[in-house]
């Protein structure tokens, strides 16, 4: 391998994020240097699975590790409550115990869905974060937020749990088809725009180049905000940027558009909404739009103003008739703000027109 990054998250349970080229092939080494031993259940989805398990589970067996596989249809659909107690149902068949280890090996979903199941069989077990997504790596795989949607919302069930591992092996992105890339682009760009550390630079500069950089730099910025505030009192919040109106927007395609692609238009709406008031530095939006259109990422959608407010109501972030929205002040600093949901539609009605 070439040379590893480190990043320490200290947060209640505290643990490493390494970066390496060819980690991959060195879960099963890193694992062991953790601590971790027994039996390993690799779960993944039917699109990763073909890809990598095997070269995971021989890495596992190479260190001593008993090694099973579960394989779920790929998808957001899937992060559900069936596929949350299938997982359950099969770990308990297979006697997995509170020693052994949970090894999450794909995006999001992946990560979201096994650290659930990570935090509440047997009331919590060891799992390890293996994300092959530009958007897992550099966002959901650190933190120690796990969740699944339910019908009236997107992350409704969950729990914070962090993992004892997160491995990142930068080559996996060469099989990342061109979309999954924009995809987690946008949250690597609301990074850019939360907290800068020329982020955005970098971006429009050589992302190809300068990826890693990019990866290392979005890690620091959660670890430092988690650090600060694990579950999500406080400062937390601002990770949240462009997530009220990108989820609504997604449980209102009914998750047939991508998490990053909402995330993308939803940072875009509150940011031309809070520049239009004045509140927002000049020229901001137009920094953001660039980010956007350098990987086609979309700025609007087919759903109005209403339906965008009326779907926010259900998101997490909601209190009673008002919400948390993290509002753009200049590129690299947000603010989170309490709006009323009728205020809420005035500003996405600016947004979108």
């Known amino acids: 391998?070439?040379?590893?990054?480190?990043?320490?998250?200290?947060?209640?349970?505290?643990?490493d994020v390494l970066i390496s080229r060819g980690a991959i092939d060195n879960i099963g080494a890193f694992a062991a240097e953790t601590g971790l031993c027994g039996?390993?259940?690799?779960?993944?989805?039917?699109?990763?699975?073909?890809?990598?398990?095997?070269?995971?589970?021989?890495?596992?067996l190479k260190e001593g590790f008993s090694v099973t596989?579960?394989?779920?249809?790929?998808?957001?659909?899937?992060?559900?409550a069936q596929t949350f107690i299938d997982i359950l149902n099969f770990l308990a068949k297979a006697h997995l115990t509170r020693k052994d280890t949970l090894f999450a090996l794909g995006g999001g979903v992946t990560g979201d869905l096994t650290g659930f199941c990570a935090a509440t069989y047997m009331r919590g077990i060891n799992f390890v974060q293996i994300p092959t997504s530009l958007l897992a790596a550099v966002d959901s795989s650190v933190g120690?937020?796990?969740?699944?949607?339910?019908?009236?919302?997107?992350?409704?069930?969950?729990?914070?749990?962090q993992p004892r591992l997160v491995v990142f092996d930068p080559d996996v992105l060469q099989t990342l088809?061109?979309?999954?890339?924009?995809?987690?682009?946008?949250?690597?760009?609301?990074?850019?725009?939360?907290?800068?550390?020329g982020i955005d630079e970098l971006i429009l500069d050589n992302t190809e180049k300068n990826i890693e950089e990019i990866i290392s730099r979005c890690i620091e910025i959660k670890s430092e905000i988690v650090c600060?505030?694990?579950?999500?009192?406080?400062?937390?919040?601002?990770?949240?940027?462009?997530?009220?109106?990108?989820?609504?927007?997604?449980?209102?395609?009914?998750?047939t558009l991508s998490h990053g692609r909402c995330v993308a238009i939803g940072m875009y709406?509150?940011?031309?909404?809070?520049?239009?008031?004045?509140l927002c530095r000049e020229g901001t939006c137009d920094i953001l739009l660039k980010m956007l259109e350098k990987f086609s990422l979309p700025k609007s959608c087919d759903f109005s103003p209403t339906e965008l407010a009326e779907g926010a109501r259900a998101d997490k972030k909601a209190e009673a008739?008002?919400?948390?929205?993290?509002?753009?002040?200049?590129?690299?600093?947000?603010?989170?703000?309490?709006?009323?949901?009728?205020?809420?539609l005035d500003i996405f009605t600016e947004g979108m027109e």
């Open 321 to 344: 008739d008002a919400i948390n929205l993290v509002v753009p002040l200049s590129l690299g600093e947000c603010d989170v703000i309490k709006v009323g949901m009728n205020e809420l």
């Open 69 to 80: 596989e579960y394989v779920f249809k790929a998808g957001e659909t899937s992060k559900n």
């Open 228 to 255: 600060e505030d694990e579950f999500e009192g406080g400062i937390r919040r601002i990770l949240n940027f462009g997530h009220t109106a990108g989820h609504a927007i997604e449980k209102a395609a009914e998750f």
């Open 144 to 161: 120690g937020k796990t969740a699944i949607d339910l019908e009236y919302g997107k992350n409704l069930a969950g729990a914070f749990y």
């Open 177 to 197: 088809p061109a979309e999954f890339f924009a995809d987690g682009m946008a949250e690597v760009i609301k990074y850019a725009m939360i907290r800068g550390r």
């Open 39 to 60: 039996r390993a259940c690799v779960i993944s989805d039917s699109n990763v699975a073909p890809i990598y398990m095997e070269r995971v589970k021989a890495s596992l």
């Open 269 to 278: 709406i509150v940011t031309k909404a809070w520049e239009k008031r004045g």
């Open 1 to 15: 391998m070439v040379d590893m990054r480190k990043i320490r998250v200290n947060a209640s349970s505290e643990y």
